[in-house]
């Protein structure tokens, strides 16, 4: 079993930036793919960015150039930096870890953009 813990979620203004970390129990995080998500009020959850095993990345068209991923394995710790935020970027923020036969979540953390 693997508890994925985020935390850096708080309120910004248009414009700002935060730092969302997301720290993974037990001792095979090297092996995950990582991933962060969001779900507005009303919508549904959405990719925002992953990072796989090999350090790979790929982001949705809505935050690129804006946000970074990254991951430490040393920490067992993946990352998710979000620069010129935007109110439309207001959500609940959830981690993901894909290992080769399950899937884990985090608890989420509200980042909230006001304009």
């Known amino acids: 079993q693997v508890q994925l813990v985020e935390s850096g979620g708080g309120e910004v203004q248009a414009g700002g930036s935060l730092r969302l970390s997301c720290a993974a129990s037990g001792n095979i995080f090297s092996i995950a793919d990582m991933g962060w998500y969001r779900q507005a009020p009303g919508s549904q959850r959405e990719l925002v960015a992953t990072v796989n095993r090999g350090g790979a990345t790929t982001y949705a068209e809505s935050v690129k150039g804006r946000f970074a991923i990254s991951r430490d394995n040393a920490k067992n710790t993946a990352y998710l930096q979000m620069n010129s935020l935007k109110p439309e970027d207001t959500a609940v923020y959830y981690c993901?870890?894909?290992?080769?036969?399950?899937?884990?979540w985090g608890q989420g953390t509200q980042v909230t953009v006001s304009s």
């Open positions: 993901n870890a894909a290992y080769p036969k399950v899937i884990y």
